[in-house]
């Protein structure tokens, strides 16, 4: 057998058989380097997961947040991302939302054979054409939430408030919690409107008309004795996620220490100096998460300062200006709820006046490459960084590079949007019934440079913006068009298939006799504050991010780079 073997093996190699033992070996290599291809594609399809911008290495993130870009929208010098932005918006808490058939359900068990209008006995209420309406009548509630649940389509429902007496006796307010549809972020809103309830002849009550957005001031803040009104049992594994609430009224007063006892007990740290100040809103986030990261890492307070520095680059002025409020920006509450902070002029207020009673001691930091590991172990009541006047290591964000970002983590969840501000943008979407497509359309200074945006300005024109949105938006839509193009006239011929909106036609909701500005001028001391730069982007680009259809200027309308010409990889990454 051996011999046969060894004949046959030698066989093979006969001249006759080469050409196609040496298909078959080829055969072999290629079926084989496609069994290792699938299988190397597989391992990396399985590990692999694309780069979030915020969590790149310290050096790459530094250099994305403290460009001097002026493009609009661009997230180095314009709207900062915040906790919100990054929260899932599939979480379970949505879908729990009202539909007609539970409003029905509840109304059976109230008074079986109750329809979508109350009929009462003619004879009971012969004499009563003229009274009030009954806002606290169970099925007046149900009417209310009936006639809400089918004139707002667009719109999920998650809670009910009971109703309450409007300004006459045939209005009733009532709040509601919702959320778009369609929507695409993770938050609640609320709204509180006016009902005129019409009685007829036969006694039957009827809602004849829903007035706008916030109209039903009665109900905007639940009374201390008010019975909760209705809202979907949520499942019994559901977990409860915190959800910015906008349109809540908003208690952003400053923490205060309840005794010397507990101030004294406390363990604190501040940052003071340093290059950071009149910085974009991204450089001076990224800073102050920083120090709040520390703070957390070290179980310590973080005495904040909380007057900003606008940069000029938000300012009408074109000037840095001072006299800023983090709360005029952030939602302050929150962070107040969510994590341990002080004022910074209140904490020197009590600390001058137990620091020596109580020999509470100070620990100087000047070098940003002390890191919090190293201070872990300290015992006294206040550390506090002082930084220099020599750029970029005056930076608070140095303290978070090197070997420090493995250990500190920034608390993105704890900043949220300011809800005024937020406020704002429900409203504009609520006026447009949360049923509008959006397009951001860059110009200004881009469209004029040609020699780095070649197609910008053609590609934005009306009519190459008719020809392109063609395809993209139905015709009649109401369209918003988040833009830095002063002229908005430029935008008419859009007016032919679209009914256009921009952010100037709802002035009225910070003029000066707008609730925005009316809390914001008790916020800062009775002075009025101006809506500026950072304000008008920020509620500009949220508006545009709450389209159903959202058409982006370097994505969809121009081949043109964002940052300019042979630019688009470099801003992709």
Known sequence: MLGRSSLSRAGSFRPENLGQNALALIGN??????????????????????????????????????????????SDNTVVKTGEDFMAANQTAFDTFINLTDVERITQTVDPGVGTTIENEVTSCENSMNSPVDCRDPEVFHMMMRATIEQFKDIHFYRFGKPVPGSNDTTCDMAWRFRPKDGKTAAFYKDYRRFVISRSENCTLSVVGIGDYHTGVNARKRKKNQKPGFE?????????????????????????????????????????????????????????????????????????????????IYSSSNQNEEGKDFRFYFDFEHLRESASVLDQDQFWSDWKQWQKKDGLNLYLVEDFRVTPMKLSEMKDALIMRKFGSVEPD??????????????????????????????????IASRLNWDYDSVHIVRGEKARNRELWPNLAT???????????????????????ATNEPDKSFFDPLKDKYSTHFLDEYKDLWDENSEWHSEMK??????????????????????????????ETFNDLTNDCKDGINTCTASAS
């Open 522 to 551: 008790k916020l800062n001391n009775g002075n009025s504050v101006e809506f500026d730069g950072y304000m008008r982007v920020s509620v500009d680009t949220e508006v545009f991010l709450r389209g159903k259809k959202q058409i």
């Open 394 to 427: 005056n930076y608070w964000y140095r303290v978070c590079e090197g070997e420090t970002e493995s250990v500190v983590q920034r608390p993105w969840h704890l900043i949220w949007k300011s809800r005024r501000l937020m406020d704002i943008v429900s409203a």
């Open 29 to 74: 290599l290629c079926f084989t380097m496609f069994v290792l291809g699938v299988l190397i594609f597989t391992i990396i399809a399985a590990t692999y997961e694309p780069e979030d911008p915020l969590f790149h290495p310290s050096t790459k993130i530094t250099t994305f947040l403290t460009s001097n870009s002026n493009a609009t929208f661009k």
């Open 232 to 312: 979907k049992p949520r499942g019994k594994q559901e977990q409860v996620i915190s959800l910015p609430v906008v349109g809540e009224a908003v208690n952003d007063s400053l923490p205060v220490v309840e005794s010397e006892g507990s101030f004294s007990r406390g363990k604190y740290l501040l940052y003071t100096g340093g290059g950071d100040r009149c910085k974009s809103m991204n450089h001076y986030l990224w800073s102050f998460l920083c120090a709040l990261g520390e703070a957390q890492y070290l179980n310590r307070t973080l005495v904040m300062d909380l007057s900003i520095c606008l940069s000029s």
């Open 459 to 481: 590609d934005t024109s009306p009519d190459a913006l008719l020809s392109t949105l063609r395809d993209k938006i139905e015709d009649g839509r109401n369209l918003y068009i």
